[in-house]
């Protein structure tokens, strides 16, 4: 082999090692696409299916009364229950990710809470009751239960609404949310803005 074919077989060499590199370097930055991150960590969450960034426990006290034969019995209910917020993560799609390449700001639009339970603390409930004589001659004392126990339950429902539960619970989901996807992309390199919102 010449000189001169040995310079030709270097460049050529060096140009492949050079082309190969570049091609090793470009899969390489493609693999770290924001984007394809952002599908990444949300195909990881909608494996988790529900997120529940936030729980509560409130008391509901409620009275039932019952007038028969002249008489009047009365119960009140205590009852103690837990409230779970939840955000159902299957209807997390891709079309409420917004990523704005010019900016680096990712924009999540999550569906709205869920309420789960209440779950009755049984052990806790307290009861009072009044009118014995009719509790004891009629059929009262199931009546003024069951309706206890209906306005008990739709009296905690209405506490885990209140505005300051669902503030609190709406700011853990939407924090929880926004470091599930930022730090994925900071692991990657990505320096980017991930803000979580609710649909209205």
Not at 10 to 25: D, E, H, S
Not at 44 to 61: C, D, H
Not at 193 to 200: E, P
Request: proline fraction near 4%.
């Amino acid at each position: 082999m010449t000189r001169g074919s040995f310079r030709v077989l270097i460049v050529a060499l060096l140009a492949l090692a050079i082309f190969l590199a570049w091609r090793a370097w470009d899969g390489w930055q493609k693999s770290y696409d924001p984007q394809t991150v952002v599908a990444a960590s949300l195909q990881g969450l909608q494996e988790q299916n529900v997120l529940v960034p936030f729980t509560a426990r409130y008391v509901a006290v409620v009275t039932s009364t019952q007038n028969r034969l002249g008489l009047e019995a009365k119960k009140t209910l205590i009852m103690p229950g837990t409230v779970r917020y939840e955000v159902d993560l299957a209807k997390l799609k891709p079309a409420d990710l917004d990523w704005d390449a010019a900016t680096n700001t990712l924009t999540v639009t999550l569906p709205p809470l869920r309420l789960a339970g209440p779950e009755i603390d049984i052990d806790a409930i307290s009861e009072y009751r009044d009118g014995l004589i009719l509790l004891t001659l009629t059929d009262a004392e199931q009546a003024l239960d069951a309706a206890n126990r209906k306005a008990g339950q739709a009296e905690l429902i209405k506490q885990a609404r209140g505005d300051t539960p669902m503030r609190l619970a709406e700011n853990a989901a939407r924090t929880a949310i926004e470091q599930s996807f930022a730090m994925p992309l900071k692991a990657a390199g990505i320096d980017a803005k991930v803000t979580a919102r609710f649909g209205r």
